[in-house]
């Protein structure tokens, strides 16, 4: 009578694991797919601006791939006039929350200005526009923690010639995300041991530098997709106005 009784216990033991795996799995959201994006971006009320910024950002793909979910809570650092917070709001849905990120030196410039217009807009319902240092970007109403996504995009460069604490703000991204949130960089790609070096010129940086600088802060990569790369661009020239598309690169780095 011993052994039956010993399998059941077993038996019942395993299948409480797996019962509280599939529960925890059941919670996590699946991956925004291409289609969902694509339905965002495709928005009737969305600017022409916008949409001729979509062709060079690839929108579709790096809306997917920065991987917001309705409900979610982001922060998009160096936001601009905010082209990617009102993505990132589209997608956080009401029940979400975006704070969209400008240095105090360009609230009352044309920046500032474009992003306060948009704020305005029916899409930002969900968005607050945060006014501080881009060392230190995390607003008080933010608990270390509670992020789910953080975004910057192709500006980590200008950091290079701007007196930005590039380690501050890393470590403050850091303790803003929960554990298992993402810290989604792009930027344009600089020659192999250029580092930051080209940031006021090229407007260029090392992927190889910057991806040490962001782990350093304890963030591991997760994915590094190849959407955004153009192998024939020598990266010897300005990416302004560039002779073909600039070789970008765009990276995922987790919070363990």
């Known amino acids: 009578m011993k052994q039956p009784f010993v399998f059941r216990l077993v038996m019942l033991l395993a299948l409480g694991a797996l019962a509280l795996l599939l529960g925890g799995c059941a919670g996590a959201p699946s991956r925004v797919t291409l289609a969902q994006a694509e339905a965002i971006i495709a928005s009737k009320d969305r600017s022409e601006a916008d949409r001729t910024n979509d062709v ?19 922060l998009d650092i160096s ?13 956080a849905g009401s029940e979400g929350r ?19 217009v948009r704020m305005a807009t029916p899409p930002m319902r969900n968005a ?13 109403e933010i608990t270390p923690g509670s992020l789910d996504r953080v975004t910057l995009l ?5 950091f290079g010639h701007m ?39 090229l407007h260029r940086i090392e992927e190889a530098f910057l991806r040490a600088e962001i782990e350093a802060a304890g963030f591991r990569v997760i994915e590094e997709p ?7 661009d020598p990266r010897t020239e300005p990416t302004a106005r560039p002779a073909q598309p600039n070789d970008d690169f765009v990276l995922k780095f987790q919070k363990p």
């Open 56 to 74: 060079r950002r690839k929108a579709v793909q790096l809306l997917a791939f920065i991987d917001v979910h309705p409900g979610m809570r982001a």
């Open 79 to 91: 936001a601009g006039g905010g082209y990617t917070s009102e993505l990132l709001a589209r997608s």
């Open 98 to 116: 975006v704070w969209s990120q400008i240095p105090p030196a360009v609230k009352d410039g044309p920046i500032g200005q474009r992003l306060a």
């Open 128 to 140: 607050s526009m945060v006014v501080r240092p881009f060392d230190d970007p995390i607003p008080p």
């Open 154 to 158: 192709f500006n980590y460069h200008d």
């Open 163 to 201: 007196s930005v604490d590039r380690s501050r703000l890393n470590r403050a991204v850091f303790a803003a995300l929960e554990r298992g949130g993402t810290f989604v960089v792009s930027d344009h790609a600089g020659r192999a041991g250029t580092g930051i070096s080209e940031s006021n010129t």
């Open 226 to 232: 190849t959407f955004l790369r153009n192998p024939a």
